[in-house]
């Protein structure tokens, strides 16, 4: 074996070793049956329950730092983090936005999973909406007829309708990746630039939504907020496209 094909060889056998010490930290985590803020072993005891040195063991943890799965507090210890999902936010992202720079491929991925979501689930959300739900979404297409009259965007009511679309469901998970995802659509919106933006005519797409919902047409609602996504696909399109 020459030099050249042992070291990338040495380098992904250690690799392989570091995500297998990840995994059996989650494992113990979930084997001593740790919630979120409880305190982790110490260094020196999962050192010594997982057998590996301690060099080797702080890589793994400054990693599952990163990954939102612990909460290294200098001076206090280690602890299992709660529920953060800016890790997740950062990394689709950044390959989004790479993306960006080549066909675009997952930038539209992510599009189309946001799209699954939203329009897959909002007969479920219909079937549960209470009237001052529905008094809440609309006070945000409001807000985007009025902001688009005037010529200003209104990211900030647009994000609140969609948010609000779903809070009938209380679903804490569904809610995060909704957050993931449009912390990243805005991202790679921004990147993209409006192009020639139709705000009167997007705020009337929400109102048109909203209109769905409150009559509980589900087809209807589904169908409105798939072709939503539409625009953005022709955007990102465009970008890519263009020389």
Known sequence: MTASTAAPQARFSAQARLRALQSDIMELILDRELEAGDPLPTESELSLALGVGRN???????VLQALGVIEIRHG??????PS???????????RGRLSLRHQGLEAQ?????????ESGLIGSSIAVITPGQLAGIEAA???METLAQQ???FTEADAEFHSL???PLANDLLMNLMTVFWKVYRKIHTEIGAGDADLVGTAATHRAIFEAVKAKDKALA????ARHFDGIRRRITEVVGAP
């Not at 991925?109 to 979501?117: F, K, T, Y």
Request: charged share 25%.
């Open 222 to 225: 589904s169908e409105l907020l």
């Open 76 to 81: 206090f210890g280690m602890f299992v983090a």
């Open 165 to 167: 679309l779903f809070e």
């Open 84 to 94: 953060n999902f800016d890790a997740m936010a950062d990394g689709l992202t950044f």
């Open 109 to 117: 991925q992510l599009v189309d999973i946001r799209q699954a979501l």
């Open 151 to 153: 010529g200003e965007m």
């Open 56 to 62: 080797t063991l702080r890589e793994s943890l400054k």
């Open 141 to 143: 297409v409001v807000k």
